[in-house]
C-alpha cells in the first residue's frame, strides 16, 4: 500500500425527509480511503471494525473497493453510527459513538505499516473519542519519520465540549503532520479569531510543510513557509450533494503527490509551484465529481480523466 488511513468507520444516515433517513457507508477516513482507491492508488485502512450488520457492511464496502483491510481489527462492540441534516450548503449531524468498536481502538502493539507506504492520513471524529485518540496519536508519532503524515481535523463543534481544550491537543496533532488540510470553516474554527494568513504560518511554522484551505465554491489554497500562495478555482458543477466532498480533495491531493513521485517531506517543499496548481485541479475536479451525488460517492480515475478531458476540449467562454 501507498497510503494508509486510519480513524473511524461508520454509518451515515443521511435526511432525506421528516425523520426519514437513507444510510450509507462513512467516516471521514474511509471516504478518503475509498477515493484513493478508486483513483488508482493502493489504500489501507487501519481501525477496528464491529461485529455487528454495520460493521460487516463496512468492511464489505472496503473490501469492494478495493481498500487493504489487513490491519483491521473486529470487536464485539456496536459500530459509530451518525444522523446527517442539510442546512443549506453545510451539514448538521448527531454521532452516536460511545463505547463503539472504532472509539475503542487499542491495539497492543501498534500496527508496523509497509516500507512501501509513504503516506498516512488521519484525523476526523477518532480524536474526540478514547483510547482511539490517544492510539492514533502514538500511531502518528511512531510513524512521522518515516511517513509524509497528513493530518484532516474535520472539525464537528457540536461534539467537542470545550473548544479550547480541543485546540490545544490539536497544535500537537498539526505538529506532527507535514500537511495540514482544513475546510474554510476548520481553519475559522481552529484559528480562534485570527485572520487565515496569520493562522497558517503559524501552523506552517509549528510543523506542517504545506497548509491546503478549501471554501467550497471559492475554490482552495495552498500555503507555505517563505512561498506565495497557490490557489485554484472550485469546479462548477450542479450540486446534489457535499458529503465526503471535502474527503474526497484531500485523497485526490495525496493521490496527485503519488503520481508526482513524492513520498518525503521535502518532496511537499520543493514542489514547484506549477505542480501544486495541477494538483489541487486534480483534487478540485474529483471533490466536485462526488458533488454531483448523493453521499460520499467519490469517482474513479477514469470519471476524472474524462471530466478533465472535456473540460480542455470545451473551455469555458471568456464573459469579456
Known amino acids: 500500500m ?17 425523520l426519514r433517513f437513507q444510510g450509507y457507508c462513512g467516516g471521514s477516513p474511509l471516504n478518503a480511503a475509498t477515493a484513493v482507491a478508486r483513483l488508482g492508488v493502493p489504500v489501507g485502512y487501519v481501525t477496528q471494525l464491529s461485529t455487528d450488520l454495520f460493521g460487516l457492511r463496512l468492511r464489505r464496502h472496503l473490501e469492494a473497493n478495493g481498500v487493504d483491510t489487513r490491519f483491521v481489527l473486529s470487536a464485539d462492540a456496536p459500530s ?18 460511545n ?8 491495539p497492543d502493539p501498534l500496527p508496523s505499516l509497509p516500507d512501501e507506504t509513504a503516506f498516512l492520513h488521519f484525523g476526523s471524529v477518532s480524536l474526540l473519542v478514547e483510547p482511539a485518540a490517544t492510539t492514533f496519536t502514538r500511531l502518528v508519532d511512531a510513524q512521522r519519520d518515516r511517513k509524509i503524515i497528513v493530518f484532516d481535523p474535520n472539525v464537528r463543534p457540536t461534539l ?36 487565515l494568513e496569520d493562522a497558517a504560518a503559524g501552523w506552517l511554522a509549528s510543523g506542517p510543510r504545506v497548509v491546503i484551505v478549501t471554501s467550497g465554491r471559492d475554490g482552495a489554497r495552498v500555503f507555505r513557509a517563505g512561498r506565495p500562495t497557490v490557489a485554484v478555482d472550485a469546479v462548477p458543477v450542479e450540486i446534489a450533494d457535499t458529503i465526503g466532498a471535502g474527503d ?5 491531493v495525496t493521490v496527485a ?16 509551484d506549477d505542480e501544486w496548481r495541477g494538483v489541487l485541479g486534480f483534487a478540485a475536479t474529483a471533490a466536485a465529481i462526488n458533488c454531483t451525488r448523493s453521499g ?19 473551455p469555458a467562454s471568456d464573459p469579456g
Open 248 to 252: 474526497t480533495f484531500t485523497a485526490a
Open 160 to 195: 467537542i465540549p470545550d473548544a479550547d481544550s480541543y485546540r490545544r491537543r490539536c497544535q500537537g496533532w498539526i505538529a506532527a503532520s507535514h500537511v495540514l488540510r482544513l475546510s474554510d470553516e476548520d481553519a475559522s474554527y481552529m484559528a480562534a479569531g485570527r485572520g
Open 296 to 314: 460520499a460517492d467519490p469517482p474513479s480515475r477514469d470519471e476524472v480523466t474524462a471530466f478533465l478531458l472535456e473540460t480542455a476540449s470545451h
Open 257 to 272: 503527490l503519488v503520481d508526482r513521485g513524492i513520498t518525503t517531506p521535502d518532496g511537499l517543499t520543493n514542489l514547484p
Open 80 to 97: 459509530t453510527l451518525a444522523f446527517v441534516e442539510r442546512d443549506g450548503e453545510s451539514n448538521r449531524y448527531v454521532f452516536l459513538a
Open 2 to 18: 501507498k497510503v494508509a488511513l486510519a480513524g473511524e468507520a461508520l454509518i451515515d444516515f443521511t435526511s432525506v425527509g421528516d
Open 99 to 106: 463505547g463503539t468498536a472504532d472509539s475503542r481502538y487499542a
